[in-house]
């Protein structure tokens, strides 16, 4: 079992920027890939950034260009900076592991964006 906490939610208004982490309680190295996924009020949970273990990175279009994926294996920990922030991205963001068959998530750490 992988146990996922995230941090680094909160308030922020417009155009501004937060950095989320996830730390791992074990190794992510030998993940398939790790995760950000969102999901809004109402709404079904979405991906957001995925990075797999060999690195190739892939992101939503609505956060392209603006949020970065990145992790430290040394560390066990996933990041997602969040940059130029808009009312829409407005969610709960989940940090997700997957080794396959076993997929793992975090508890959800909240992002406002508002004037």
């Known amino acids: 079992q992988v146990q996922l906490v995230e941090s680094g939610g909160g308030s922020v208004q417009p155009g501004g920027s937060l950095r989320l982490s996830c730390v791992a309680s074990?190794?992510?190295?030998?993940?398939?890939?790790m995760a950000w996924y969102r999901q809004a009020p109402g709404k079904q949970r979405d991906w957001v950034a995925i990075?797999?273990?060999?690195?190739?990175?892939m992101y939503a279009d609505s956060v392209k260009g603006r949020f970065t994926i990145s992790r430290d294996n040394a560390k066990n920990t996933l990041y997602l900076q969040m940059n130029s922030l808009r009312p829409e991205d407005t969610a709960v963001y989940y940090c997700n592991g997957n080794d396959a068959p076993k997929i793992y998530w975090g508890q959800g750490t909240q992002v406002t964006v508002s004037s």
């Open positions: 990075i797999p273990r060999g690195n190739a990175v």
């Open positions: 074990s190794s992510i190295s030998s993940l398939n890939f």
